[in-house]
């Protein structure tokens, strides 16, 4: 199939259907609702289920539902609704049921506004909600990554019987752009044995993330935490761009990253050696990768749309082997590729040590910044 | 238990195909076990177990999962029916029910059962008013009656302050996607029989695709009520019933006819 100038959100919703998603439980919500308006659409016309909740709090329990009967299900969402689903994301986790929450992420906290954001990192990446878990992150940063990802989280989501978030922000979830959709996949014919499907000549089976005995749920947690290393072990994924001969290393991920990537191009042309890193799998996250860069290269900058949230795990990695500094944009504001590129020649030039608190240098350069754009 | 089966011998009582070997958990004089079974013995009656799929609350009834030979999901506190939902738009053919109790259902979940209502959903719910929170220890209930005393109305339900029993039958009734909507009770022998016709109305419901469906059933609560099983029999009869009218409050004209 060629390419074809693709809406993000509509784009990720074919993509979940081909991938095999049999249903759809959501709640509208910008910049995500277009995902929710194609599955409307769609779902029907496959003979597959959509349904508008009452809630995101009902949605992500209707997703919880489908996913105990081993069908492909989901859900997409931007950040106060993902906030609302965060109870139903415990259970299915603590369940050991697969499913795949997509969000599109916008300004906050709070309301906020509709502009696109990366301030739910640490509710996706850490967890979110409560007890002892440990979702899959994927942060793809064009249209076309999205796809390939979201095709790729419903197969990690069944394979670990783990949940599986996409994360991009309201610009990809927006944009248009050259984009090739994969070919539509067979059902599975048979739902894996641990599903709830009626207990048709067999034992019955119970779904549950009750543990009521410590002792179970500790054996659980065990359980869970062996997975997660084994996820940690086997699914890192991240891209690189002129990092071979690289002395200076950009990090960011999703539109950061993207981003990132035209003011380095705009550096190397200056002769600055800067690449850049881009984690995919924000969890689990790139520790080594990460850590080897860190080994090479003089200085790193951290680029994110948030307050420095993945700064703080990048700086834990590189353990100050060499100085890491932070450039970010807040609530709902994308940063240029020209602040990059000022921030990549600052970082190139600048010998001196980190004074303190990479987040306390960068504020006061930021609010210059924006007391120049008032 | 295995059940007698020589010729010369008829089986008029067993355990129901749907129901396990287990010891309860329920308090003495708890009506939650009387209500399991008749779900049980409807279930084997229609001969639906081996397509059933059971959600549970949270709640006494969390442990419901235990008590039923047939797949089971347990939800969270007030989510069954989306949960229920979710399990019934991929698997259409299968019979999906809740049992839920005032807490869960009246309270935290009140978005998720009007909704499931709203759409016509083809599920069935059980639905427990015992008038209290039973798992947490006594608190006051939405279904609490005015001047009842609980741990959280320690001076009896004061409705200046915390408002009025919530009468969920008569609310489900008003939406255009209910199918069957009944309010039975658990406290003798006769109201026992007609509530398992209710269960088994409402499953009928179900299996004829006619929408959503849920039966009421007023329980006894002896340990929080703090009164002996039989007084809480009579607090049913007595005090119960007078607010929460037994009656059919919604029967789709097409079940009008059945006789079960």
Redesign the interface.
Known sequence: MAKELLKGNEAFAEAAIRAGC??F?GYPITPSTEFLEYMAKRMPQLGR?F?Q???E???I?????????G?R?MTASSSPGVSLMM??IS?IAG?EVPAVIVNVMRGGPGLGNIAPSQGDYHQMVKGGGHGDYFPIVLAPASVQEAIDYISLAFDLADKYRNIVHVIVDGNMGQMMEPAELPPMRELPKDPPSWA??????RQ???????YIDPADEEVTNIRLVKRWMEIEKNEIRYSEYLMEDAEFAVIGFGTAGRVASSAIRAAREEGVKVGLFRPITLAPFPKKQIEEISKRVKRILVVEMNTGMMLDDVAAIVQGRVPVEFYGRLGGMTPFPDEILDEIRRVADNKAPINGDARAEWISRLEKIVEEGR | MVAPTTPETKVVFKRPESFTDVTTHYCPGCTHGVAHRLVAEVIDEMGLREKTIGVAPVGCSVFAYKYFNMDFVEAAHGRAPAMATGIKRVLPQKTIFTYQGDGDLASIGMAEIMHAAARGENISVIFINNAIFGMTGGQMAPTTLPGMKTTSSPFGRDVELTGFPIRMSEMLATMDGAGYIVRRSLHDAKHIRQSKKAIRMAIETQERGLGFSMVELLSSCPTNWKVAPDEALKFIAESMIPVFPLGDYKVRPELAGLRV
């Not at chain 1, 329990?61 to 009967?69: F, K, P």
């Not at chain 1, 709830?196 to 000549?201: I, L, Q, R, S």
């Open positions: 049999e249903g439980y289920a349904v909740a009452e809630s709090v009902a949605a329990n209707m997703v919880y539902g489908g996913a105990c009967t069908k299900v109870e139903g259970y369940t709830v499907t009626g207990a048709e000549g019955p089976n119970f779904l549950s993330s009750i």
